[in-house]
Antibody, heavy 120, light 107 residues
Framework: VQLVQSGVAVKKPGESLKISCKAS????????IAWVRQMPGSGLEWMGI????????RYGPSFQGQVTISVDKSLTTAYLQWDTLKASDTAMYYC??????????????WGQGTVVTVSS | DIQMTQSPSSLSASVGDKVTITCQAS??????LNWYQQKPGKAPKLLIF???NLEVGVSSRFSGSGSGTHFILTINSLQPDDSATYFC?????????FGPGTKVEIK
């Protein structure tokens, strides 16, 4: 069971970006996938969560309207997307999966993280 | 939204010491509380789920307790490998907020 994230992204302000989280080793449709932001030198921030079986998506209030979370079930991949990047989006982004099938409890499977740098 | 606080923000202890970290929720979250360990440049690692359940493969030196709004993570017999930042997380209500973290250093 693993989540493998896409590589480092270096972008300019105003550009768009879509990072990915490829799941393997389990039934993708049966487990929620969450995204978590960690800005340099800071703590963990909950961005949102998606249910791959029906794409039911819930965003944290700070991230609603700022990012889009989606999945492609055929590729067993979750995505985090920005239409217009800002310098303040510079951070490490993690995807994570909970322990329980069809529910949410402790997140025991994490991707390795994707570094996003936004700079002019 | 539920706010999570942790204390202390950092601590320094010796090998073999017992360490306790406190996490407080702004409202009753029953036992919907997780603890994670994070080392620099690495993804968080689940230690404790549902306040007191030890994740498979995690050392029994780690234990969690509490319910409602007040929770404790205890590390018995602190080891050099325990040097890390520890985060609590509530999953009673979305968004599943994290505490600000407690950095544990070894003297």
């Amino acid at each position: 069971v693993q989540l493998v994230q896409s590589g480092v992204a270096v972008k300019k302000p105003g550009e768009s970006l879509k990072i990915s989280c490829k799941a393997s080793g389990y039934t993708f449709a049966n487990y929620w996938i969450a995204w978590v932001r960690q800005m340099p030198g800071s703590g963990l921030e909950w961005m949102g969560i998606i249910a791959p079986r029906d794409s039911d998506t819930r965003y944290g209030p700070s991230f609603q309207g700022q990012v889009t979370i989606s999945v492609d079930k055929s590729l067993t991949t979750a995505y985090l997307q920005w239409d217009t990047l800002k310098a303040s989006d510079t951070a490490m982004y993690y995807c994570a999966r909970p322990r329980s099938e069809l529910g949410v409890d402790g997140f025991d499977i994490w991707g390795q993280g994707t570094v996003v740098t936004v700079s002019s | 939204d539920i706010q999570m606080t942790q204390s202390p923000s950092s601590l320094s202890a010796s090998v073999g010491d017992k360490v306790t970290i406190t996490c407080q929720a702004s409202q009753d979250i029953s036992d919907f509380l997780n603890w994670y360990q994070q080392k620099p440049g690495k993804a968080p690692k689940l230690l404790i789920f549902e306040a007191s359940n030890l994740e498979v493969g995690v050392s029994s030196r780690f234990s969690g307790s509490g319910s409602g709004t007040h929770f404790i993570l205890t590390i018995n017999s602190l080891q050099p490998d325990d040097s890390a930042t520890y985060f609590c997380q509530q999953f009673e209500n979305l968004p599943f907020s994290f505490g600000p973290g407690t950095k544990v250093e070894i003297k």
